[in-house]
């Protein structure tokens, strides 16, 4: 079960990430995000080691909180979601509140998107478990 929700949430999270928010936040913030190849290779090794993460902990909450596949998931991308700008608001990394509020929203509709293809992909594989 592990290795499935860990290649499931890997994919997920390579279809959230570098194929939403990278190529908006890219022409948004050129300068600071140029969409090269690099850059690229980045956003996937990062989002794979993201989906990783995701996958511990939605196992975690399954095995500790005795719920299911579905919620554990659910529960996990929005706890890490909200962990993640929590923790980046309090260090006070975000100066430009407008700027601030265009990549959170970005980030948002890309877990959105990691959710929903983590939901499909589990609920494929066993449709009467999840």
């Known amino acids: 079960m592990i290795r499935r929700l860990i290649v499931f949430s890997v994919v997920s999270a390579n279809l959230g990430y570098p194929a ?6 890219s022409m948004l913030y050129g300068d600071r995000v140029p969409l090269t190849l690099p850059n690229f290779a980045a956003f996937v ?10 996958a511990l902990v939605a196992y975690l909450a399954m095995r500790v ?7 554990s998931v659910t ?5 890490l979601w909200a962990a993640y700008w929590l923790i980046t608001i309090c260090l006070g990394r ?4 407008h700027n601030g509020l265009i990549v959170i929203f970005l980030d948002g509709v890309a877990a959105f998107i ?6 499909v992909l589990i609920k494929l594989q066993r449709p009467s478990e999840a």
């Open 20 to 25: 939403l928010p990278y190529p908006v936040l």
């Open 65 to 71: 909180g005795r719920i299911g596949v579905t919620r």
């Open 45 to 54: 090794l990062i989002d794979t080691l993201g989906g990783v993460v995701l």
């Open 114 to 119: 990691t959710w929903v293809s983590l939901i």
């Open 75 to 79: 529960l996990s991308v929005a706890l």
């Open 94 to 97: 975000s100066t430009d509140i």
